[in-house]
């Protein structure tokens, strides 16, 4: 199992990025994706996730309405897309993915995860 995250970057606020979760390794739509990130001095926290047997989302309640989780099988890619991002947004962002399955719930811990990409770095300031 192999996820690489990109798309990173500076931004203003107010703007937008979209982040990309490549994976490898196994069939995508038979497990569930989670992006998660951490600021610096904070712990590692669930933005969203995204359970591929059935399309179930879950978000953050601070991300909830700007930030948007959707998956191109075609592609094997997970993307996050990022709307109106502020300050607090700044932290540096992972995928994971594990074998959750429909009915699972929320996933937004980092311990229902087994595997790991590495981060990518969004910084939001004026």
């Known amino acids: 199992v192999q996820l690489q995250a990109s798309g990173g970057g500076s931004v203003q606020p107010g703007g937008s990025l979209r982040l990309s979760c490549a994976t490898s390794?196994?069939?995508?739509?038979?497990?569930?994706i989670g992006w998660f990130r951490q600021a610096p001095g904070k712990e590692r926290e669930g933005v969203a996730d995204?359970?591929?047997?059935?399309?179930?989302?879950h978000y953050a309640r601070s991300v909830k309405g700007r930030f948007s989780i959707s998956t191109d099988v075609s592609k094997n890619t997970v993307y996050l897309q990022m709307n109106n991002l502020k300050p607090e947004d700044t932290a540096v962002y992972y995928c994971?993915?594990?074998?959750?399955?429909?009915?699972?719930?929320?996933?937004?811990?980092?311990?229902?995860?087994?595997?790991w990409g590495q981060g990518t770095l969004v910084t939001v300031s004026s």
């Open positions: 390794g196994f069939t995508l739509d038979q497990w569930s």
């Open positions: 995204i359970i591929n047997r059935d399309g179930a989302t």
């Open positions: 994971a993915a594990d074998r959750w399955p429909p009915g699972s719930g929320e996933l937004l811990l980092p311990r229902l995860f087994a595997h």
